[in-house]
Each structure stands twice: as C-alpha cells, then as structure tokens.
C-alpha cells in the first residue's frame, strides 16, 4: 500500500524507532531503511533484504532505532527487545522474569 509506505518513509526522516518481524524487514529493505544495518528475518527471505546484514539465526536484534525479529515463535524475544529499547533493559528484565521466561 502506497500511503503505509510513505508513512514509514516519513517516520523514517523523523529518525523514529522502526520494528518489523519475520519477512516484514523487507518492506523496510523496499524503502532503503536497513542498508548497512545488523537485522534478523524469516529464514530463506535474506535475499529480500537488500543492503542489510542478516543474523538470521538470531531471535531478535536491535541496531540503534531499528528492532527485528525473526519469526512468529520469536515474538516473546521480539516484544522483549521492543520493551528494552522503549523503556530500558530494567523494565525488560522484570517483565522477562514476570513471564517465567
């Protein structure tokens, strides 16, 4: 969708936090917003991340205001690391043993 593209591209030039999990790094990758930067994805999708770096075996990964995450089985590590990068690594600490992660 058009206006979903111009509106990431727009939060993107307001130097906002951007997040995406599974094959959705790759919309990012459509608009040039991960060139250059550390990311995971749905293994086998690597090739639709143009310019990114791939760790796909990694849960989750955060590159300064960019948060990936891998897959739907890693959405617990993925909202971990969103919560880390929100409100800091105590905040995800505590929800983490909340959870009885």
Known sequence: DVITM???EAAANQRAS???ICAGPSVLAQLGLINGKHITCYPGTEGLMDGAICEASMSALSDGTLITGRAPGSAIDFGLK???HLKGEAAAKRIRTELVY
Do not use: H, P
């Open 6 to 8: 111009k509106l990431i």
């Open 18 to 20: 951007l997040a995406a």
């Open 82 to 84: 969103l919560l880390s």
